[in-house]
């Protein structure tokens, strides 16, 4: 079966950094997103990886390993507003989108 | 650009009713889908549509039916609600399913199946 495992909450402090990890096992890679939900608003695309390494934008960052099929998203100098769920999501073979559960990551003063 | 509407926001069913949900984008996209997502879950994929007068079902397409008549336009219809279908629907497009073509989301619609 195709399986993608995240973290179901993390805690951090504003200004601090953040990793959020994704694990995943699909049939197939096509690529991996990372998108940002806030609670009870709709998912919003951040980054897309699709070969190895880290793609930076901004504060944002996120890396991807398929041999160990592994990638994660790191949050620099958090602010109150990064308080979201972030849901990581890989392109199957048939190009289709499998989700993970999402991460909820509480950000404290 | 008002992007991906969806209609209603929020509903409440009684078991065995019927309803439509309409999406809605003014991107010129050609694919479509309708999700749900429950909680402790990930976003589970309904039906999708490539273009215009083509559908295919996703991952959860039981008591679901779905038509794309308009390309701007996909409807996802729920025959004979039943409470497990008690969700928050998300209606998504993107220009490609290929490459960093990433999907858009509309604000979604709660439904409550009593």
């Known amino acids: 079966g195709q399986n993608i495992d995240q973290p179901t909450e993390m805690t951090a402090t504003e200004g601090a950094i953040v990793q959020i990890n994704c694990t995943y096992q699909t049939s197939g890679f096509n690529g991996l997103f990372w998108y940002q939900q806030h609670a009870g608003e709709a998912p919003t695309f951040l980054s897309y990886n699709v070969l190895d390494g880290l793609e930076e934008k901004g504060r944002f960052s996120s890396f991807l390993s398929r041999s160990k099929g592994y990638s994660y998203l790191l949050l620099k100098e958090l602010q109150m507003k990064d308080s979201a769920s972030y849901l990581c999501?890989?392109?199957?073979?048939?190009?289709?989108?499998?989700w993970g559960a999402g991460t909820k990551l509480i950000i404290k003063p | 650009n008002a992007g991906v509407t969806q209609t209603p926001k929020f509903r409440v069913l009684k078991t065995g009713q019927s309803m439509t949900l309409l999406c809605a984008q003014d991107m010129n996209h050609e694919y479509m889908y309708w999700y749900r997502q429950d909680p402790g879950m990930g976003l589970r994929l309904i039906y999708y549509s490539a273009s215009e007068g083509t559908t295919d079902k996703g991952e959860v397409p039981n008591g679901y039916n779905v038509s794309r008549l308009k390309k701007q336009n996909f409807l996802l219809g729920l025959e004979s609600a039943a409470p497990s279908q008690t969700s928050v629907y998300f209606c998504?497009?993107?220009?490609?399913?290929?490459?960093?073509?990433?999907?858009?989301f509309g604000p979604g619609t709660r439904l409550t199946v009593t």
């Open positions: 998504a497009s993107s220009y490609s399913t290929s490459g960093g073509y990433e999907q858009y």
């Open positions: 999501a890989v392109r199957d073979s048939n190009y289709q989108l499998i």
